[in-house]
C-alpha cells in the first residue's frame, strides 16, 4: 500500500500562483510514476500532469502546460505542482496518484490522496 497525502490548496485571485505538495508514504518501492489529476464540479476527473519518479521525465495536459510545473523530491518522496498563471476554470479539487507505467507512456494509477481544494476568483 502506498498512502498519499496532498496539501497546498486554497483560494487565490486569477492570475496568482498556488503550489500543492504531495507526501507519499508506505510501499513507495513500488511507485515509478507520481501524477496530478483535477476534479471540478460537474465534470469527469482529468489529467494534469505526471513525472516519472526515477528520471524525473513530465508529461502535462495541454490546458495547463506553461503554466504548471510538477517536480518530485526522491529523498523526501514528496511530489509538487507549481501552479502559476492561475484562471477561474482551474478551480477544482486536485488529488495527487502514483502507479506504474504499463508502455513506455502509459500509467496505471494504483493509488490517491484525498484530494485538495483549489479555487480561483475573478
Known amino acids: 500500500q502506498v498512502q498519499l497525502a496532498e496539501s497546498g490548496g486554497g483560494l487565490v485571485q486569477a492570475g496568482g500562483s498556488l503550489r500543492l505538495s504531495c507526501a507519499a508514504s508506505?510501499?513507495?518501492?513500488?511507485?515509478?510514476?507520481m501524477g496530478w489529476f483535477r476534479q471540478a464540479p460537474g465534470k469527469e476527473r482529468e489529467f494534469v500532469a505526471k513525472?516519472?519518479?526515477?528520471?524525473?521525465?513530465?508529461y502535462y495536459a495541454e490546458s495547463v502546460k506553461g503554466r504548471f510545473t510538477i517536480s518530485r523530491d526522491n529523498v523526501k518522496k514528496m511530489v509538487y505542482l507549481q501552479m502559476n498563471s492561475l484562471k477561474p476554470e482551474d478551480t477544482a479539487v486536485y488529488y495527487c496518484?502514483?502507479?506504474?507505467?504499463?508502455?513506455?507512456?502509459?500509467?496505471?494509477?494504483?493509488?490517491w490522496g484525498q484530494g485538495t481544494q483549489v479555487t480561483v476568483s475573478s
Open positions: 496518484a502514483s502507479g506504474r507505467y504499463v508502455s513506455a507512456s502509459d500509467v496505471a494509477w494504483d493509488y
Open positions: 508506505g510501499r513507495t518501492y513500488s511507485t515509478y510514476a
Open positions: 513525472i516519472r519518479w526515477s528520471a524525473g521525465s513530465t
